[in-house]
């Protein structure tokens, strides 16, 4: 149950106790959702995103927040279960016989250095590819949590430029009725308390999220590259299944790795 409380929940959750605790305060749901502050914020926001990062890069922002609430699903029990298989396979007749069984993998990083280890690269032109390649993917997407990141600051900015706008706009009419004026500056206030809330949550949780969907990402390719490397150094399963398992944090490693198979590996 407390695995399903995931991104989606916690987003509600956090409308609720914000929005929520408004309205037990006497406050009115109209009072928050007027259309010129929203527009401030979320339009200057994404204006800034467009001068500063470019248009393509904001039709991106879109696919990435999918990406976000609804990430990529890794399972590096499975990678593995597949390499630790392979090590028999290969310690018995040799490396080209898992030529066959790649396709088995899903994970398209592993399966590409199984391919090139089957193809026969040698181990350090391996290394220095797949190191390549993860570098070049960390930087993708630390480039890509940037936007989120920098969403999070335009965001309370707007938010202000909206309220000095409605202030402005109050104390021009300074000598109107007094109520009037009150409800105007209580109006321009709208536009910096959604500034704030975009920022805090939705552009910086998902900037967040992201990096928590990098660090998976990364696991699971420097997984694939252990475990490739164990196979062409030709190492006994048990050691290749002992060295990959060390990369997993301590429950999984306790849930995969039982103390007698620990033991018999020790000794």
């Known amino acids: 149950m407390i695995k399903k409380f995931g991104t989606i929940n916690g987003f509600i959750l956090g409308v609720l106790s914000i929005f929520g605790a408004f309205l037990l305060e006497g406050g009115s749901v109209n009072a928050l959702f007027l259309i010129p502050p929203i527009i401030i914020v979320f339009g200057g926001t994404f204006a800034a995103v467009i001068i500063g990062f470019g248009f393509e890069n904001f039709k991106n922002m879109f696919r990435l927040i999918k990406l976000a609430y609804f990430p990529q699903k890794f399972e590096p029990k499975r990678i593995i279960n597949h390499i630790v298989q392979f090590s028999y396979k290969a310690r018995k007749d040799g490396l080209l016989s898992l030529d066959r069984d790649i396709n088995k993998v899903e994970f398209f990083f592993c399966k590409k250095l199984l391919r090139n280890a089957v193809d026969g690269t040698d181990p350090d032109s391996l290394l220095d590819m797949a190191e390549l390649e993860i570098k070049a993917v960390q930087e993708r997407h630390y480039s890509n949590i940037f936007i989120f990141t920098k969403m999070g600051g335009y965001a309370p900015t707007m938010g202000i430029l909206g309220t000095v706008m409605g202030l402005i706009m109050a104390l021009s009419h300074a000598g109107a009725d007094p109520n009037s004026l009150i409800k105007s500056i209580a109006t321009a206030f709208i536009a910096t ?45 048990a050691m290749v299944k002992a060295r990959l398992i060390s990369m997993l944090p301590q429950k999984d490693q306790e849930s995969m790795f039982p103390q007698r198979e620990l033991g018999k590996i020790l000794r």
């Open 193 to 237: 308390l959604w500034g704030v809330f975009s920022a805090n949550l939705i552009w910086l949780p998902i900037a967040d999220k992201l990096k928590k969907c990098h660090q998976e990402e990364k696991q699971m390719m420097e997984l694939s590259l252990q475990g490739v490397l164990a196979l062409q150094s030709g190492d006994i399963p």
